[in-house]
């Protein structure tokens, strides 16, 4: 089996008196996709910023690569390989799609930027078409292609991707969760949020559910997607 590449133990996290994560559990494989599905209010996102560090810990650990990564500050945890694609995208809409692109290259040297680029728009060609189009005039889905080609360009060892899918039409979607897939065939290990269950479930090859603040379920993809009780409260069947 492939190294465990994250490693999240016993994880509390708190707002004030709201408890948001009660003690969760959670390992990303090298090389894998690995979902986590649930309602919002889950404390999926919540989950999400600790192990990206922007919030802190009550209890538990965030082991990344074999090292504690619980009290390290953001910017040194992406300079470590965690790159997240944030729900909402939160792109810079008075910039270029260039400019946009190269903000998420701050982790990478120099000589290595034109080979990002040239991998992010093997994957996204509408952003080279869009090169020098301020990225406030993409179309929702190419502005979700924007943020998840800015995380790419970082180079992650584990790439977040934070409801990739949220408010895009479907054709939209099917494209970039085959991107997802592609990225992961080609050696990108993947933790993605998503409410769209189905669709992720289908490229994903572990899965949790989260439900206020609680992991309630967990296993491979395969035999998830046909789980009654997961049928019933998120596929929609």
Avoid: C
Avoid at 134 to 156: C, D, F, T, Y
């Amino acid at each position: 089996m492939a190294n465990v590449l994250l490693d999240v133990k016993d994880l509390k996290v708190a707002y004030g008196a709201i408890e948001a994560l009660k003690g969760i559990n959670l390992k990303v494989h090298e090389g894998s996709i690995v979902a986590i599905l649930g309602a919002n209010g889950a404390g999926k996102t919540s989950l999400l910023k600790k192990i990206s560090g922007l919030i802190p810990a009550n209890e538990g650990t965030v082991m990344f690569n074999g090292e504690d990564i619980t009290k390290v500050a953001p910017e040194k945890i992406t300079h470590k390989g965690i790159i997240q694609s944030p729900e909402g995208r939160q792109i810079f809409g008075d910039l270029t799609v260039h400019e946009n692109l190269l903000i998420g290259a701050f982790t990478t040297k120099k000589d290595a930027i034109k080979e990002s680029l040239e991998r992010v728009y093997k994957y996204f060609p509408v952003l080279k078409e869009r090169n020098d189009q301020v990225a406030l005039s993409l179309s929702g889905g190419e502005q979700q292609m924007l943020a998840i080609g800015r995380a790419l360009m970082g180079k992650p060892k584990l790439l977040i991707l934070d409801e990739p899918s949220l408010g895009l039409a479907p054709l939209i979607v099917k494209d970039i969760f085959t991107i997802v897939k592609e990225l992961n065939q080609e050696g990108t290990t993947v933790l993605i949020v998503e409410q769209n269950a189905l669709q992720t479930l289908k490229i994903a090859n572990y899965a949790y559910v989260l439900q206020v603040g609680k992991m309630i379920k967990e296993g491979e993809s395969s035999v998830l997607i046909k789980d009654p009780e997961l049928i019933e409260a998120y596929l929609g069947k």
